[in-house]
């Protein structure tokens, strides 16, 4: 499925007081940060289609961390994840604005889709629990710690 056929779930922003190449490092960072054992174990057992990290790095078209693949990378500017899973099929979108020499918008669209009975209580689980918000909220947080320095 493209970006624009998955249900949006939400987006969240951050003004970064970076510029937007150290922006883009930083959120390069945050993503590998989810080949972790833990995030590498759970993207198996849910039976990710891309459970393991491969290809290039830094991230490129083509590359995997645990529960995503790249689908698109626009350095500086957009890096979008997509994944799937035995209960969703979702896509991370990265958006990365200059508003200045020294401050970056970043947006985090998140979008997905839920099939079945068992991805009703996925939803219910990790969107409903209001986890999939504080994890949004505290991903950006990190980047913007790690662009700052």
């Not at 035995?86 to 604005?97: A, I, N, V």
């Not at 889709?113 to 629990?129: E, M, Q």
């Amino acid at each position: 499925m493209t970006e624009q056929q998955l249900p949006v779930l939400d987006e969240h922003r951050i003004v970064v007081h970076a510029d937007a190449e150290t922006t883009w490092r930083a959120v390069n960072q945050v993503a590998e940060h989810f080949s972790g054992r833990l995030a590498t174990a759970y993207a198996w057992a849910v039976r990710c289609a891309d459970w393991k990290a491969t290809g290039p790095r830094p991230l490129a078209e083509g590359s995997t961390v645990p529960g995503f693949r790249v689908a698109v990378a626009e350095r500086p500017h957009r890096l979008v994840l997509a994944g799937r899973h035995l209960f969703s099929e979702y896509r991370l979108t990265f958006r990365l604005e200059s508003v200045s020499e020294e401050q970056t918008v970043v947006r985090a669209e998140s979008r997905a889709r839920f099939p079945g009975v068992a991805g009703a209580g996925y939803r219910l689980l990790v969107v409903g629990s209001g986890g999939h918000v504080f994890g949004m909220r505290r991903l950006l947080g990190t980047i913007a710690r790690l662009a700052n320095g």
